[in-house]
């Protein structure tokens, strides 16, 4: 089975001075009204202001400054963390794609010394190193890898292409019912997310369990209505199993509900619709040249319900 597709971390621009707020013109609050700090300011003594807070305790404002400039500084320094780390991540990936995995996961290392919260930094290195372990036949780098996986998900128990990975790794290295545990509890953890039931839909289906697999993608869809994955994949699975009708019915959902995210797949369940559909009219007409006063029942199931 071959590794998950590379993620990509979105790059946001170099931190520049407008991406800190300029600081608001602070006031200090005076029994006769606001005090503009950038004109000239005499605080009198604190008796003489006893409900003025900042009159009273200058330091405050001092404070506050400081505290706006430090949390400027930290939002810069993220922001710098976050575009190197996605900068290092898109070169990565630039450099799998073109079979150079040595100098990918270089990139991926440093994406993750760059922005060590980021999951995409782990999963881009797991995925690569298991291509690599696969492709030298390496045990120690699919341990590597497998290792990198986990990591992915301690820092995002819900990344779908870190537990897509991990679950071929174990059936690769011959645990299959590890791979079931790991995708069913995930299931479990998290009764409302679709993405676990499509993965085992996937599994189930990869193990020649078919009905399995549809029983989860029913699911799926009854979980989250919304999913454009679940609807495509209960899709395609209904017209493999020669249910033309309801497999028109759920690529069309699909394009409903997904639009603009389903990607490449938007243009697949276009074409899908249109030979469908033909193949269901068709089905039709020979039925009515058939003879007979009495439309038969088609063969592929009925729309009423």
């Known amino acids: 089975m071959p590794s998950p597709a590379l993620r990509q971390t979105a790059i946001v621009p170099p931190a520049t ?21 950038t004109s000239d300011l005499h605080v009198s003594p604190a008796s003489d202001y006893p409900h003025s807070i900042g009159a009273r305790r200058p330091w405050m404002t001092w404070a506050c400054l400081i ?7 930290i939002l810069t320094t993220l922001t710098g963390c976050h575009w190197a780390s996605g900068s290092q991540n898109t070169q990565g990936a630039a450099m799998y794609n073109q079979g150079q995995y040595t100098g990918a996961m270089e990139q991926f290392r440093k994406a993750i010394a760059s922005n060590p919260a980021d999951p995409d930094g782990y999963y881009n290195l797991a995925a690569t190193t298991h291509r690599l372990g696969n492709q030298r036949q390496d045990p120690n780098l699919i341990r590597q890898s497998e290792s990198l996986y986990n990591q992915t998900l ?12 991990l679950a071929v790794l174990l059936v690769d290295s011959g645990r ?22 499509i993965e085992l839909a996937r599994l189930y289906e990869e193990h020649g369990e078919p009905q399995v697999a549809l029983k989860y993608l029913e699911d799926a ?6 999913n454009p994955r679940a609807w495509l994949a209960l899709a395609r699975l209904r017209e493999q199993s020669g249910d033309p009708v309801q497999a028109l019915q759920n690529y069309q959902q699909a394009l409903q509900v997904g639009g603009g995210a389903l990607g490449p797949n938007s243009a697949m369940a276009t074409e899908r619709i249109a030979a469908l559909s033909r193949q269901i009219n068709s089905a ?22």
Request: net charge negative; hydrophobic share 35%; no cysteine.
């Open 154 to 165: 301690d820092h995002d128990p819900n990344h779908v292409d870190a537990h897509r990975g």
């Open 176 to 197: 299959p019912d590890r791979a079931f545990a790991l995708m069913k509890n995930w299931a479990a953890q998290n009764p409302t997310l679709a993405e676990p039931r």
């Open 67 to 73: 505290s706006s400039m430090i949390v400027g500084i």
């Open 17 to 37: 001075t407008d991406l800190v707020p300029e600081s608001p013109r602070l006031r200090l609050v005076g029994s006769d009204g606001d005090l503009d700090i």
């Open 221 to 226: 869809v009854q979980t989250d209505a919304n």
């Open 284 to 305: 039709r007409d020979a039925q009515l040249n058939s003879g007979g006063t009495q439309m038969a029942t088609p063969a592929f199931g009925s729309t009423r319900y």
